[in-house]
């Protein structure tokens, strides 16, 4: 008899795969074109980070003859990208909504539905955890700060381990280092 780990691994994979495969015929994106959605948000995800910290190293005067100083609005840049995640949503709600007969014959489940409220919270986490970027832009490179970013994934891998008890196989050792 496998044991339970296996069987909810396996349902999870087959869940995952499911999801793809949904949103690739819905979509009708195949294989290179999420490669290329892939390539790119590396790319403009790079660029805002090359940009937000160009904005900060500018020195301009505030009125003629005067001295110059720097851009140090971190919160302005925080508006800048809370005002473009808000443009991708709208950019998501546009999208055309599948029919089930459209799915090449998956039965689609009926998502169980949320309160707004709950996401409250985590937007805020959000909103804050941006502003103590742009304000790190300020004091140091850009470079560390995006490494320092980076190792969410690492703490969220030690985390599940430690708090919620959750067995990590080798693929999440490998996909973590």
């Given at each position: 008899k496998?044991?339970?780990t296996?069987?909810?691994?396996?349902?999870?994979?087959?869940?995952?795969?499911?999801?793809m495969?949904?949103?690739?015929?819905?979509?009708?994106?195949?294989g290179?074109?999420?490669?290329?959605?892939?390539a790119?948000m590396?790319?403009t995800g790079?660029?805002?980070?090359?940009?937000?910290?160009?904005?900060?190293m500018q020195?301009?005067?505030?009125?003629?003859?005067a001295?110059?100083?720097?851009?140090d609005?971190?919160?302005f840049?925080?508006?800048?990208?809370?005002?473009?995640?808000f443009?991708c949503?709208?950019a998501?709600?546009a999208?055309p909504k599948?029919?089930?007969s459209?799915?090449?014959?998956?039965?689609e489940?009926e998502?169980?539905?949320?309160?707004?409220y709950i996401?409250?919270l985590?937007?805020?986490?959000d909103?804050?955890?941006?502003?103590?970027?742009?304000?790190?832009?300020?004091?140091i490179?850009?470079?560390?700060?995006q490494m320092t970013?980076?190792?969410?994934?690492?703490?969220?891998?030690?985390?599940?381990?430690?708090v919620?008890?959750r067995?990590?196989f080798?693929y999440?050792f490998?996909g973590?280092?």
């Open positions: 496998a044991p339970a296996t069987t909810s691994t396996t349902t999870t994979t087959l869940t995952a795969m499911t999801t495969n949904i949103f690739n015929s819905s979509l009708g994106w195949g290179g074109l999420l490669v290329l959605a892939a790119m590396l790319a790079t660029l805002n980070t090359i940009l937000m910290k160009f904005m900060v020195k301009v005067p505030t009125s003629e003859g001295e110059a100083v720097t851009f609005h971190p919160y840049q925080t508006m800048l990208m809370v005002t473009g995640e443009l949503l709208l998501y709600a999208l599948s029919s089930p459209s799915l090449d014959g998956i039965v489940i998502p169980k539905k949320a309160p707004d996401f409250a985590p937007s805020v986490c909103w804050v955890a941006t502003s103590l970027v742009h304000i790190s832009y300020l004091f490179a850009a470079s560390v700060a970013r980076g190792t969410i994934v690492i703490f969220t891998f030690l985390l599940s381990i430690a919620l008890k067995r990590q080798a999440h490998v973590v280092s």
